[in-house]
């Protein structure tokens, strides 16, 4: 599986960045290889715009997910019509971060967790939004006690008390006693290492209506991310492809979209006309359009 994590440097070691559109680099990582492509973030002086370009790159590379800090509306919308699933309120080290995408320790985001132009003028320092476990030192809780020493308890960590937060299922709060962590396992409760690494084990601490949710939880989320392959696997083999639609009804041919269109597929017959020969979907006449006429769908195209 090919996915992105914006990044602060070009390497494994150097932090996740908050910013999705103004992050100084996009790791392209295959997680069974961990192949990496660093890609310096050429986006990230533009005025406007910043995150529709950043989406869009995504789709060209054939990423299946993005990992970030942030995300703000306008990439968000790409990648929702492109089939990539996005991953809010990571943070620490990227290698850290990929291998708790790899033990299905987070879930995509349902909608944008940032405003527009987010981090435009500054680079925040530590936003993590909730519902996502932190990176850090292993056994150690990060945030509100999200339990980085994993074990088995959908996330038990080193903190004292319970449930301050969501992460996957249970897997947020404050932990739950001392922890029954084993290193780097995952918040869901998954043990790191041994014969049943990625599945639960019943140590008896949990009554078997709390293990039953558990998995049921987890069966969920996986069967998620089967139908998104599956989904992107198809626009692949048939040739279909993302670009911009004009809704005639609510366009008033104004020509607005006309100046935003970085490649000049559009143009104004009394109504806008896309060049879908031209068009990328890059979703940025979207943002402009003062009536809400273009929409970006997937279209089929002959090989």
Same mark, same amino acid.
């Given at each position: 599986?090919?996915?992105?994590?914006?990044?602060?440097?070009? *390497?494994? #070691?150097?932090?996740?960045?908050?910013?999705? &559109?103004?992050?100084? =680099?996009?790791?392209?990582? #295959?997680?069974?290889?961990?192949?990496?492509?660093?890609?310096?973030?050429?986006?990230?002086?533009?005025?406007?715009?910043?995150?529709?370009? *950043?989406?869009?790159?995504? *789709?060209?590379? &054939?990423?299946?997910?993005?990992?970030?800090?942030?995300?703000?509306?306008?990439?968000?919308?790409?990648? @929702?019509?492109?089939?990539?699933?996005?991953?809010?309120?990571?943070?620490?080290?990227?290698?850290?971060?990929?291998?708790?995408?790899?033990?299905?320790?987070?879930?995509?985001?349902?909608?944008? *967790?940032?405003?527009?132009?987010?981090?435009?003028?500054?680079?925040?320092?530590?936003?993590?939004?909730?519902?996502?476990?932190?990176?850090?030192?292993?056994?150690?809780?990060?945030?509100?006690?999200?339990?980085?020493?994993?074990?088995?308890?959908?996330? /038990? @960590?080193?903190?004292?008390? /319970?449930?301050?937060?969501?992460?996957?299922? /249970? &897997?947020?709060?404050?932990?739950?006693?001392?922890?029954?962590?084993?290193?780097?396992?995952?918040?869901?409760?998954?043990?790191?290492?041994?014969?049943?690494?990625?599945? %639960?084990?019943?140590? @008896?601490?949990?009554?078997? #209506?709390?293990? %039953?949710?558990?998995? +049921?939880?987890?069966?969920?989320? %996986?069967?998620?991310?089967?139908?998104? %392959?599956?989904?992107?696997?198809?626009?692949?083999?048939?040739? /279909?492809?993302?670009?911009?639609?004009?809704?005639?009804? +609510?366009?008033?041919?104004?020509?607005?979209?006309? #100046?935003?269109?970085?490649?000049?597929?559009?143009?104004?017959?009394?109504?806008?006309?896309?060049? =879908?020969?031209?068009?990328?979907?890059?979703?940025?006449?979207?943002?402009?359009?003062?009536? +809400?006429?273009?929409?970006?769908?997937?279209?089929?195209?002959?090989?």
């Amino acid at each position: 599986m090919k996915i992105a994590v914006t990044s602060t440097g070009p *390497s494994l #070691d150097d932090n996740v960045e908050a910013r999705f &559109g103004r992050c100084p =680099y996009f790791l392209i990582i #295959d997680t069974d290889t961990m192949q990496l492509e660093a890609i310096e973030n050429s986006n990230i002086a533009l005025g406007g715009g910043a995150g529709i370009q *950043s989406a869009q790159l995504m *789709s060209e590379k &054939g990423v299946t997910t993005v990992l970030t800090g942030n995300c703000g509306p306008n990439a968000f919308s790409v990648f @929702g019509q492109t089939g990539i699933q996005v991953i809010v309120g990571v943070s620490g080290p990227v290698r850290n971060a990929v291998e708790q995408f790899k033990a299905s320790a987070f879930s995509s985001a349902s909608e944008p *967790s940032v405003a527009s132009h987010f981090g435009v003028s500054a680079t925040p320092a530590g936003v993590t939004p909730a519902g996502q476990p932190t990176t850090g030192p292993l056994g150690q809780g990060g945030g509100m006690g999200l339990g980085m020493g994993g074990g088995r308890g959908m996330g /038990r @960590g080193m903190g004292g008390g /319970r449930g301050m937060g969501q992460g996957m299922g /249970r &897997g947020g709060g404050m932990g739950r006693g001392m922890g029954r962590g084993m290193g780097m396992a995952s918040s869901m409760g998954m043990p790191s290492t041994g014969p049943a690494a990625g599945f %639960l084990e019943d140590d @008896g601490s949990q009554n078997p #209506d709390q293990e %039953l949710a558990e998995l +049921k939880q987890q069966a969920e989320m %996986l069967e998620q991310q089967k139908q998104q %392959l599956n989904q992107r696997i198809t626009n692949l083999e048939s040739g /279909r492809r993302a670009v911009a639609v004009v809704d005639s009804e +609510k366009c008033t041919g104004c020509g607005i979209c006309i #100046d935003v269109c970085p490649v000049g597929a559009i143009e104004v017959r009394e109504k806008a006309v896309i060049n =879908y020969e031209i068009c990328t979907g890059c979703a940025a006449c979207i943002t402009e359009c003062p009536n +809400k006429a273009i929409i970006i769908t997937q279209k089929e195209f002959s090989k």
